[in-house]
């Protein structure tokens, strides 16, 4: 199984909104509602965002969101901040014994 | 305070093995799932093995299979992954992860780098 498609980067001004796209098959993110974001400044241990495809941990802004349609699902991040800035991974569950990630977007604030 | 701390990360030659173990604290380890993920140099993340708050089901990666192996022992709080026959595309910080709900990655450790080089 290939990993799953995210564009390499994005960008945007403080205080606008982003949304990072995760594109699978119908085997991981259109077969399952097990789709999961994190959050990861380099140096640091990432961290879950969203998870099953809308839900966020508690301790998670609502500027937050989570979304699906069919093999595609996205994050999106309202209202961005500086601390904003980092790479963002997707991820999908893809069935027993598998789970799987993309391969990240680099988000900038301008 | 939830804490994950990877060690036993190094340089290694092609061919060789490494130990990797990660030490939890903060929360009942015995209860739950646990996975380590890995990030090679300048790529994405990828799911490398899953072994469940028994033990007794164990999943790998079809790029380590066969030549990785993960452990856990409840008493001690600890997860470990043997690492064998190491190649230079297992060169990767590999992160020791909690898994409160099997489809979701909740708790991190910083990670330890392994380098397979000669």
């Known amino acids: 199984q290939s990993a799953l498609t995210q564009p390499r980067s994005v960008s945007g001004s403080p205080g606008q909104s982003v949304t990072i796209s995760c594109t699978g098959t119908s085997s991981d993110v259109g077969g399952y509602k097990y789709v999961s974001w994190y959050q990861h400044h380099p140096g640091k241990a990432p961290k879950l965002m969203i998870y099953d495809v809308t839900k966020r941990p508690s301790g998670v802004p609502d500027r937050f969101s989570g979304s699906k349609s069919g093999n595609t699902a996205s994050l999106t991040i309202s209202g961005l901040q500086a601390d904003d800035e980092a790479d963002y991974y997707c991820c999908s569950f893809a069935g027993v014994s598998t789970w799987l990630f993309g391969g990240g977007t680099k988000l900038t604030v301008l | ?118």
């Open chain 2, 1 to 118: 305070e939830v804490q994950l701390v990877e060690s036993g990360g190094g340089l290694v030659q092609p061919g060789g093995s490494l130990r990797l173990s990660c030490a939890a604290s903060g929360f009942t380890f015995s209860s739950y799932e646990m996975s380590w993920v890995r990030q090679a140099p300048g790529k994405g993340l990828e799911w490398v093995s899953f072994i469940s708050n028994s033990g007794s089901i164990i999943y790998y990666a079809d790029s380590v299979k066969g030549r990785f192996t993960i452990s856990r022992d409840n008493a001690k709080s600890s997860l470990y992954l043997q690492l064998n026959s190491l190649r230079a595309e297992d060169t990767a910080v590999y992160y020791c992860v909690g898994q409160w709900l099997l489809q979701r990655f909740d708790q991190w450790g910083q990670g330890t780098l392994v380098t397979v080089s000669s």
